[in-house]
């Protein structure tokens, strides 16, 4: 998003649909794209919740996970149109923090969703799935389906120092019953069971071309965890090609609605399913409060996760594809 101050602010009012009236409730939310499903339905959740409560949306994204430059501008231009709440899922947790303090000395309220910043708090609040316990969801599962099988493990990460990929990554781990950090750890850890470690970026070209990768590496690779559904369908088709898709167990982290299609027709064996509908409806209803109040939320708000699998296994609890399909990201 590296348009003029002028176009980029007139992009976020054609946004919202119409002219903002002098007394209406302005939201803004601001995700790391436009394209990925995830935030697609994080917005669907905010415009919903923004209609039904007589407020103003604004919306704006980076151009790809990562485009810092992106949100900053969006944030200076959504407090410009008059945001007193700005929601925000950063793509860069460290690089965002002064951009945030900024706004929050003007006086806006700001609360990440789905992402935290580093430290953490530095946002007014966070909605958002415990990470690390959907790692340790589908490790869980991923230990019970090798039935004792010496694990082979590649684990196609986000990027470095992301706080949501070394979540989901280390508990993973821990999930499996393998060493591993501490959830409040932005490193990824690793154990002599991980024979390949890559970064996917959430992307399925990206994906793709890690498992092929890995596979080069260690052909023997038996268990992959990927950072997301769009990575595990990248590494689906690696495998695949490679004709090594039925003796791989692929786990995974999102529970959209083509994830737990996926999840049906056995491309992932697992995934923890995760609900940006609810953390963006519940973002929208908290700045319309601090609009009416002055009350500011505060804190960590676990916006849940459930694991969804095909085939249920003994000592897992999980749920089954029609209730992971029902329940796809906060879909009533």
Known sequence: MQLKHATVLAALLASAGASIAADQVV????????????????????????????AKLLSGAGKTDGDN????????NMMAAGAKTILITP?????????????????????????????????????????YQAGVLIGQYAKAALAGKPAKIATLDLFPGHPVGAQRHNGFLKGFGLAAPEAKSNE???APEVVCMADSFGDPAKGQTAMENCLQK???INLVYTINEPAAAGAFTALKSAGKEK?????????????VKNVGAGVIAATSQQYPLKMASMGVEAGIAYAKTGKK???????GVTLISAKPLAGVDSKDVKTGTDLCWGKK
């Open 188 to 190: 990824l850890g690793k």
């Open 297 to 303: 939320v505060s804190g960590y708000t676990d916006t």
């Open 218 to 220: 260690n052909p023997e």
């Open 69 to 76: 430059a992106g949100q900053v501008t969006a944030i200076e």
């Open 247 to 259: 003796n791989v167990v692929i786990v995974s982290v999102d529970g959209g609605c083509e994830g």
């Open 27 to 54: 939201i803004g939310l601001i995700t790391k794209t436009e394209t990925n499903p995830f935030f697609v339905k994080m917005k669907e959740g905010a415009a919903a919740a923004a209609q039904a409560n007589g």
């Open 91 to 131: 793509s860069d947790s460290k690089a965002i923090v002064p951009a945030i303090k900024k706004a929050q000395k003007k006086g806006v309220m700001v609360i990440a969703l789905d992402s935290p910043t580093d430290p953490a708090d530095a946002t007014d609040a966070l909605f958002a799935t415990d990470n």
